[in-house]
């Protein structure tokens, strides 16, 4: 596709339910990366994939979060028994080059998750 | 830990006013500073930046970076009501992923 897509673009979930977020990236971009805002916040590191190898995973907030890449093409973003502070926008963003984020990073629009 | 440290948090300008964002950081291993614009949807990507005191420039938008003093500055001259949004300053550093600021919310009025 022309750009990162990302769905669903909103979900609600009640406390405790699993939710799974998905990131189409821009085809033939190495790197993609996952972000969570929180409202009123900048993006924070959640976690990084290289084609399908998961380099870093060190922003991942709880053992809850858990991200794959298994064909080094879309990821998923899941989380299992939600939480309230798990609300928030859920950005992905990928990148051409297969370096550490040296390089300009291309957004979706995000999935914004209520845990109610 | 990487930091990095936008301000002001807002501004609000009438409309063809200049405004100056400011953008603090420490990194280790810095690699480069980025500037992105966000309104409701996905941040947009504005400037690269990797070498102190070049000038990137696009239209009304400018930005420079100083490496020696960690910091980097985002002018917008003639403003319209369009720039109005969260602008967001990101550093790659040692760690992967870039260590984004709270942004700066830009309001510009009519």
């Known amino acids: 596709g022309a750009g990162v897509s990302q769905s669903p673009r909103y979900k609600v979930a009640k406390r405790g339910q699993d939710v799974a977020l998905r990131c189409d990236p821009i085809?033939?971009?190495?790197?993609l990366f996952w972000y969570q805002q929180a409202l009123g916040q900048g993006p924070e590191f959640l976690t990084y994939?290289?084609?399908?190898?998961?380099?870093?995973k060190s922003g991942l907030p709880s053992d809850r979060f858990f991200a794959e890449r298994p064909e080094g093409s879309v990821s998923t973003l899941k989380i299992q028994r939600t939480q309230q502070e798990d609300s928030a926008v859920y950005l992905c963003a990928s990148s051409l080059t297969g370096n550490e984020n040296t390089g300009e990073l291309f957004f979706g629009e995000g999935s914004r998750l209520t845990v109610l | 830990e990487d930091k990095v440290v936008q301000s002001p948090l807002s501004l609000v300008v009438h409309e063809g006013d200049t405004v100056t964002l400011n953008c603090s950081y420490e990194v280790t291993n810095f690699r480069s500073l980025l500037w992105y614009k966000q309104e409701k949807k996905a941040p947009t990507f504005l400037f690269m930046l990797t070498s102190s005191g070049i000038e990137k420039k696009s239209g009304r938008l400018s930005s420079i970076l100083d490496k020696k003093e960690l910091f980097s500055i985002l002018n917008i001259t003639a403003t319209q009501t369009g720039d109005s949004a969260i602008y967001l300053c990101?550093?790659?550093?040692?760690?992967?992923?870039?260590?984004f600021g709270k942004g700066t919310h830009l309001i510009i009025q009519p």
């Open positions: 085809s033939g971009h190495v790197s």
């Open positions: 990101a550093v790659g550093g040692g760690a992967d992923g870039l260590t």
């Open positions: 994939f290289q084609n399908e190898a998961q380099l870093d």
